[in-house]
């Protein structure tokens, strides 16, 4: 089955600067590629994905990076501001019917400012 | 708000007791989920529903039953619970099971 790997676990950044998470999946038939923001007292919220025929997506500060060869991909937020401290899960999904997303362990990034 | 609602969002209960947990969609999506989100662990999906019917059981150990009586309600009976299975509980929804999933807030559950 799938296994998702995530790093780093915390991760701290100064305002303004840009973060990257990063994420390492075992299964080459997975093809759908979800990134999680979760608040707290929250559930977790979709803020991007990207699917395996895309090598790279963006929304605004927020990007993802897929390398299928490789079997990994990355969330980059730029500018980052305060309120994009939280959890961010990475997560993975096979196209097969019933196949449910395999998250990673989260990072929680802190922003000061 | 993402369209999926939970109740309650806060539980306490011993180990004797019988609580049950509601998810409700307002998305009009046929899959929905159960997930267990315990401190320093990733996410573990406990149960998938397509169309009603139980298409993943991951495991779950039975004090958990769950019930979907149509796509827009999914419950989580709980019985006999261990103070290990105090945790956060999330619901989510797709379109079908390999579409993008919408979270519920989750209850947070405390086994005493």
């Known amino acids: 089955g799938e296994n998702v790997e995530q790093h780093p676990s915390t991760l701290s950044v100064q305002e303004g600067d840009s973060a990257v998470i990063k994420c390492t999946y075992s299964?080459?038939?997975?093809?759908?590629f979800p990134w999680y923001k979760q608040e707290l007292g929250k559930g977790p919220q979709l803020i991007i994905d990207i699917r395996s025929n895309v090598g790279e997506k963006k929304d605004q500060r927020i990007a993802v990076t897929l390398n299928k060869t490789a079997k990994h991909f990355s969330l980059h937020i730029t500018e980052t501001q305060p309120e994009d401290s939280a959890v961010y899960f990475c997560?993975?999904?096979?196209?097969?019917?019933?196949?449910?997303?395999?998250f990673g362990k989260g990072t929680t990034l802190s922003v000061s400012s | 708000e993402t369209g999926v609602t939970q109740t309650p969002r806060h539980l306490v209960m011993g180990m004797t007791n019988k609580k049950s947990l509601k998810c409700e969609q307002h998305l009009g999506h046929n899959a929905m989920y159960w997930y267990k989100q315990s401190a320093k662990k990733p996410l573990e999906l406990m149960f998938v529903y397509n169309f009603k019917e139980q298409t993943e059981n991951n495991s779950v150990p039975s004090r958990f039953s769950p019930e979907c009586p149509n796509s827009s309600h999914l419950f989580l009976h709980l019985h006999t619970l261990q103070p290990e299975d105090s945790a956060l509980y999330l619901c989510a929804s797709s379109q079908g099971g390999l579409e993008t999933q919408y979270f519920g807030p989750g209850t947070r559950l405390l086994v005493l």
């Open positions: 997560a993975a999904s096979g196209f097969q019917a019933g196949t449910a997303l395999i």
């Open positions: 299964d080459s038939a997975s093809n759908y």
